[in-house]
């Protein structure tokens, strides 16, 4: 394991070069220098506009109608945000195909605005972009329900077949997504490179994918500015800004 180094973008460039398989792996640390708030920070908007867990905003119309309000109060905090330096860097190394793909927590869709093909990132707990019926499974734009949000007071419903519409991110208590859970797990068995950036590494079944990546013999980078839970299994770990240190990795 080595911690804080002088050197450590030499060295992680280093490690990328020599990869044949290299995957990535990002949390809401990558997001904050586009003014998108991480989750765990101190004073974290995320905790006066905590989502609903899974099954009250099942159990009732009043649940579901503050889950809107508490996203669309969050989407307005951050609304226009762009993609950063730390997206970039990681769009660069998936066009030049040194990057199979990037595994995400985070629901804001930057890694696809910073032009990453959808069939190269995975989305562990969704998109909070658009919503999604939970009936038929139709996805639906998030602008006319917060239009009849607004001028009703009733959050609608499917119009295809009546079913409970929800913003299209994993809640607490909501199963995770399993294609997503099937194909990041196939990417931690294939890579022999796994570029962690910007997770408190405390979400799990999430944080078992870099885990995974390394038990089956992938080197184990982590670049976060705070210790996580799995740096003594890190074979590089750099406690730095993500967007200083991943800007000399843009194309
Ligand atoms: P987290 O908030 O638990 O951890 C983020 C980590 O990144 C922290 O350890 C923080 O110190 C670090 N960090 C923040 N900015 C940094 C910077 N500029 N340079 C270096 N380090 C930085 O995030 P998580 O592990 O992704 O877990 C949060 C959960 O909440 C996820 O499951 C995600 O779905 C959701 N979430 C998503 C977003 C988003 O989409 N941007 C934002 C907030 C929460």
């Not at 398989?21 to 991480?38: H, K, R």
């Not at 669309?72 to 997206?87: E, I, K, Q, S, V």
């Not at 196939?186 to 390394?214: F, M, N, Q, T």
């Amino acid at each position: 394991m080595t911690h804080v180094v002088p050197n450590a973008i030499a060295q992680l460039q280093q490690l990328i070069g020599e990869a044949d398989a290299m995957m990535g792996f990002t949390g809401a640390g990558i997001s904050t220098e586009s003014g998108v708030p991480d989750f765990r920070s101190p004073n974290s908007p995320w905790r006066t506009h905590r989502p609903i867990p899974f099954d009250s905003f099942m159990a009732s119309e009043a649940a579901r109608k503050e889950a809107w309000r508490r996203k669309f109060a969050m989407d307005d905090l951050y609304a226009g945000a762009r993609p950063n330096r730390g997206h970039a860097a990681f769009a660069s190394l998936v066009a030049s195909n040194k990057m199979m793909a990037v595994v995400t927590q985070n629901i804001d869709g930057l890694h696809q605005a910073s032009g990453i093909p959808a069939d190269r990132i995975v989305e562990l707990h969704g998109n909070g972009t658009y919503a999604r019926c939970l009936g038929c499974g139709q996805r639906h734009d998030l602008g006319p329900i917060r239009k009849t949000l607004e001028t009703t007071g009733t959050p609608p419903v499917c119009a295809s077949c009546g079913g409970i519409l929800k913003s299209a991110t994993i809640s607490f208590g909501q199963p995770m997504p399993a294609d997503a859970m099937t194909r990041a797990y196939a990417l931690a068995e294939r890579c022999d490179l796994i570029l962690v950036v910007g997770s408190s590494l405390v979400v799990y079944p999430a944080a078992a994918v870099p885990v995974l990546a390394k038990r089956q013999g992938a080197t184990l980078v982590i670049l976060n500015r705070e210790p996580t839970p799995l740096d003594d299994l890190a074979d590089l770990v750099i406690h730095a800004d993500i967007g200083t240190t991943l800007e000399p990795l843009q194309n």
